[in-house]
């Protein structure tokens, strides 16, 4: 009867490579390695190169929300009260004359609203005042408001 016997180097010589490759490894998931060391650059490295280069593949869904501005100019400025003070432009407004030339207050009242609002949100207006050129032309409204 013949026995094959094995060569215990023959079989023991694959496990030390892979040996070796799960320690390294191992000392990745640990971050066991010293600064300076080359594997220590290696796993700064691909830090780096996840930070910096997964946003062209990978979508985050991290955009911001697109606001469209009002297309009309509007300041704000702070009010000594607390409230703000809206300088829009006079173009902006669309209000109708009536027949004696005067607008009608609560139509400005109300399109003053309409500008405002979506800039600051629900707004009680609290008093307007109409600025003009030296012709008389409306030149621009400033408008004082307090947040509801």
């Known amino acids: 009867m013949q026995r094959a016997d094995a060569n215990p180097s023959v079989v023991n010589a694959p496990s030390l490579p892979m040996k070796a490759i799960w320690r390294t490894i191992r000392g990745y ?3 066991s390695y010293d600064r300076g060391t ?9 830090i780096l190169l996840f ?16 606001r469209n501005p009002h297309p009309t100019g509007v300041v704000v400025l702070p009010d000594k009260q607390g409230g703000f003070i809206y300088q829009i432009e006079g173009s902006a407004l669309a209000a109708r004359y009536d027949l004696s030339g005067n607008r009608d207050e609560g139509i400005v009242r109300d399109e003053l609203r309409r500008i405002i609002e979506p800039i600051s949100g629900a707004v009680t207006i609290t008093k307007y005042e109409i600025v003009r050129d030296g012709k008389g032309h409306i030149q621009a409204y400033k408008v004082w408001v307090l947040k509801e």
């Open 38 to 46: 080359l594997h220590y650059d290696v796993m700064v490295t691909v």
């Open 51 to 66: 930070v910096f280069l997964s946003p062209y593949w990978i979508n985050f869904n991290d955009k911001p929300v697109e």
């Open 29 to 31: 998931i640990l971050w």
